[in-house]
């Protein structure tokens, strides 16, 4: 593979991937930042690149860190899947992206962490799971272990382990505008 070939599905896939997400004012905003500000340039950096032509794929592994703006994505791995249709590598469109191990997005005040994490751009749905997915904005924390976002709607629903419950810390006058 061409070192343009390579630059070209670098650009289309993290652009393509990340100006899906939402536009919310509640905890998913952490997933909305990317892509949000087309202006803004998305840096990838990562120990190892492989590119796969026949899976259409390309995988960043090892201290894997994307980011644009004040958005950031930071994982030990990530795979990103794309259709191969359009013309040239930067015309590609993602279908879908999956991080593992010690995924962490944040975006300003918010973040959101867990084991894994999946966004199918074709249904525009994020998630992420583990046995503890924490959502903080500032000072305020949401618990659980499975955490789905409709990236175009911004609804989030966090699901609580078979043997627990949902955790939620809401500090006193940390919420703005009640």
């Given amino acids: 593979m061409t070192t343009a070939k390579i630059r070209g599905v670098l650009a289309s896939v993290m652009f393509a991937a990340l100006t899906a997400s939402a536009q919310t004012q509640t905890f998913s905003d952490a997933f909305a930042g990317f892509g949000s500000n087309d202006r803004e340039p998305i840096e990838i950096q990562a120990n190892e690149l492989q590119v796969e032509d026949k899976t259409n794929s390309a995988t960043f592994s090892g201290d894997v860190v994307v980011s644009q703006g004040e958005a950031r994505l930071v994982t030990q791995r990530l795979k990103v899947y794309y259709d191969g249709s359009g013309g040239g590598a930067v015309q590609q469109r993602i279908s879908k992206l999956e991080a593992s191990g010690s995924v962490r997005v944040s975006s300003k005040d918010q973040t959101a962490t867990g084991d894994n994490a999946s966004f199918d751009m074709n249904q525009?749905?994020?998630?992420?799971?583990?046995?503890?997915?924490?959502?903080?904005?500032?000072?305020?924390?949401?618990?659980?272990?499975?955490?789905?976002?409709?990236?175009?709607?911004?609804?989030?629903?966090?699901?609580?382990?078979?043997?627990?419950?949902?955790?939620?810390?809401?500090q006193p006058g940390s919420v703005q505008g009640q």
């Fill in 124 to 170: 525009q749905v994020m998630v992420m799971t583990g046995d503890e997915v924490v959502l903080s904005q500032g000072p305020n924390v949401v618990v659980g272990n499975r955490l789905t976002v409709n990236l175009k709607t911004g609804k989030a629903d966090l699901q609580a382990p078979s043997s627990g419950r949902v955790k939620v810390l809401i």
